[in-house]
């Protein structure tokens, strides 16, 4: 084997304009801005508005500015993975959809459904692809429309998710650089905290489906807030471990946005100072596959070459995860 690397060497996101504050959500379920911050750090949240609209236009916002940041021609693109548990429909895939709108014609693609986690699953599928020597350019998006399976009247979902889409660019080089690593895990024991149950094949749509709310995100957030600071804290022990790394070693965690208290909590446990931790949640909320890849464009500039970063998520099935990354660019790379 050579050193063949899947390196990320461009990242972009999108956000919808539509700001839900927590003021607003006050005046639609019982809840206040005060319990909200708290017991979450969540501020305000983007919504997608408009007819018609679905993950598609997140993710194929992010792609469109990622293929323009990069200067890449979207028929030079091979692959594309949609990371996302809110796909446009059923079928056609979401990727074949974004691939579609963003001109990348000679390009294949498919959906890969991971929650919360999904952006690590897709971005490791997606770096076996490179590393094989015969994909040059695959795009990795995580994109959700959270809203869309949002019941506005229950308060202890609806305050914590958000849309957006985020994407990465993976080429392969000769590098010391790139994806190292990764440690990913499912339990489907997690199914019965966290789950949609309704419209798929155990449970197709009825009238009865939609009138006992089973379209929507159904959450049980205590077993599953204990079950996400075990696993992020235990698979980014574990990756330390294997790769002998210290976390003096570790620049930056950058981990899905699910609740600051975890974040704070999964940084104690691995006395992680909380400062080398990018935390955007106040401002997104958790938009599920799209959190990591958006706090990546985000942190984009702090970002310099060599820095070893570690991604973390925890989300339904359970599934759960870590990767080992050698930042391979100083700043914006544009
Ligand atoms: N406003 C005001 N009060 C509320 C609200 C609200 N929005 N929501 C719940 N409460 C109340 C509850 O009714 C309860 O009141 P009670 O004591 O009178 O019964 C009290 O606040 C405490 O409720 P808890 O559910 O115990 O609150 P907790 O501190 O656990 O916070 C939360 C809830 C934020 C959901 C937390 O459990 C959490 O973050 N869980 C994990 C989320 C996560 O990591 N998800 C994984 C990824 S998501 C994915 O994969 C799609």
Not at 192 to 202: C, E, I
């Amino acid at each position: 084997m050579g050193s063949l690397k899947a390196v990320i060497t461009c990242v972009n996101a999108y956000v919808p304009d539509y700001i839900l504050t927590n003021k607003e959500l006050e005046t639609l379920v019982d809840t206040n801005d005060e319990w909200i911050r708290t017991r979450t750090g969540i501020e305000e949240r983007r919504l997608l508005k408009g007819e018609g609209k679905g993950t598609s236009e997140l993710a194929s916002q992010a792609v469109l500015g990622l293929l323009e940041k990069s200067g890449t021609d979207p028929l030079d693109v091979d692959l594309i993975i949609v990371a996302t548990v809110t796909a446009d429909m059923h079928f056609p895939d979401t990727a074949t959809i974004t691939a579609h709108k963003t001109g990348m014609k000679n390009a294949f693609g498919f959906d890969l459904s991971a929650a919360c986690s999904g952006f690590l699953f897709a971005l490791t599928t997606g770096a076996r692809y490179v590393e094989s020597g015969n994909y040059k350019k695959v795009i990795v998006v995580g994109a959700d429309k959270m809203s869309s399976i949002m019941d506005f009247e229950d308060r202890s979902t609806c305050i914590l998710f958000g849309d957006g889409g985020g994407a990465v660019l993976l080429e392969p080089q000769e590098s010391p650089y790139g994806f190292m690593d990764s440690i990913l895990h499912s339990d489907g024991a997690g199914e019965q905290y966290l789950h949609m149950k309704g419209g798929g094949s155990r449970y197709p749509s009825t009238h009865e489906t939609v009138d006992k709310k089973m379209h929507y995100l159904f959450q049980d957030g205590r077993p599953v807030f204990k079950a996400a600071v075990k696993g992020m804290s235990s698979s980014i022990s574990a990756l330390l471990k294997k790769n002998a790394l210290s976390p003096d070693d570790i620049s930056w965690i950058i981990p899905h946005q699910a609740n600051k208290r975890i974040l704070n909590a999964v940084a104690d446990y691995l006395d992680f100072p909380i400062e080398r931790v990018a935390i955007n949640i106040e401002k997104y909320g958790n938009t599920t596959a799209a959190t990591i890849p958006i706090c990546l464009w985000e942190w984009e500039k702090k970002l310099k070459e060599g820095d070893n970063l570690i991604l973390t998520a925890f989300g339904g099935g359970f599934t759960w995860g870590a990767i080992y990354i050698k930042w391979a660019y100083n700043g914006n790379n544009n």
